[in-house]
């Protein structure tokens, strides 16, 4: 209902949902930047003020010429995801409700870059939100905190020096020893010509000496995000959204690395009993990245976010 806020509704015992969900990122600093998911989930109660979320998702990338990612246009698996969410208090009886989310993922693309990989991650939340004007005005506020290990495919090769390689080299252990070249005319008849050793410093010649698995990637993200809404019609809600989000290097919020402030609208409409469709475009309109000038973090956070969402309850 509040866009990328969350509420705190939660599904009854022997309820079921499916949802689809498409969203998307748009706009990174210096090139073209469009990421695009489609999310299909299924969601059950287990006990009473408890509800689990089993999801698949699938990725798009089309990114081109933006410093520090690499050129792509493909598509593939994103990975899997477990939304679980427990409900303290319930809005109605209570004047507020508060609602507790852990959402585990698995994935096998970087969500932001595309790079293929192995990660982890982990969005938890606390949400709260109120009736202002019973059934009419409604507002939302969440909790956010994001982390994320991501560890990229292959491996990386070193020299013998202990460099980075970016191409690799002759394997030492394959490569001959050098000798010096004879001189026979300097060894007398009947002597076999010598043959020296080459120097120290040809002997050393770079090569690849070792390879080892790409190091992690370690991140995290920090923030509050809030909504208001309004039936404008019956079964139709209209609002607003606000969301601040910080960027960090390291899952414990170690390294700041940029800020962003989003704001959007929101629709939300209830096309039949068991059906419901919510959609919100969020716009980052301030911001900055460490070290890098500029009123909009584009290097940790992208200009443009958007959502699409259809669930069907049964």
């Known amino acids: 209902m509040f866009g990328f806020t969350k509420g705190t509704d939660v599904l009854e015992p022997g309820r079921y949902e499916l949802s689809a969900e498409a969203g998307g990122a748009l706009g990174k600093r210096g090139g073209r930047y469009r990421v695009g998911s489609f999310t299909s989930t299924f969601q059950f ?23 520090g990612l690499d050129n792509r246009n493909t598509s593939g698996f994103g990975g899997l995801s477990a939304e679980i969410k427990y409900q303290l208090l319930k809005r109605g009886p209570s004047p507020f409700g508060l609602l507790l989310i852990a959402e585990p993922s698995v994935g096998f693309l970087d969500e932001s870059t595309g790079e293929r990989g192995r990660s982890y991650g982990l969005d938890a939340r606390i949400a709260l939100d109120t009736e202002l004007v019973p059934n009419t005005l409604l507002a939302g506020f969440n909790v956010i905190y994001e982390a994320e290990k991501f560890r990229p495919r292959g491996v990386s090769l070193f020299s013998n020096e202990g460099e980075n390689l970016d191409v690799p080299l002759t394997p030492c252990v394959a490569r001959p020893p050098k000798v010096a070249a004879m001189h026979v005319e300097d060894a007398g008849e009947g ?57 960090y290097e390291g899952l414990a919020l170690q390294r700041f690395r940029g800020e962003a402030v989003f704001v959007g609208p929101t629709l939300y409409a ?17 911001g900055h990245a460490v070290g890098v000038p500029g009123r909009l973090d584009l290097d940790n956070f992208s200009r443009n976010e958007a959502i699409l969402r259809v669930k069907y309850e049964f």
């Open 45 to 67: 109660a287990p006990f009473e003020r408890m509800a689990v979320e089993l999801g698949a998702t699938g990725n798009r990338f089309s990114i081109r010429n933006v410093p």
């Open 191 to 247: 002597e076999h010509a010598a043959m020296e050793p080459a120097d120290a410093d040809e002997g050393q010649a770079p090569c690849t000496a070792f390879a080892r698995r790409k190091s992690a990637e370690r991140s995290s993200k920090f923030g509050f995000s809030s909504g208001l809404v309004l039936q404008a019609f019956p079964d139709v809600f209209l609002g607003a959204e606000v969301r601040y989000l910080r960027a």
């Open 270 to 286: 209830k096309l039949a009993d068991n059906l419901k469709i919510a959609a919100t475009w969020s716009f980052q309109v301030a």
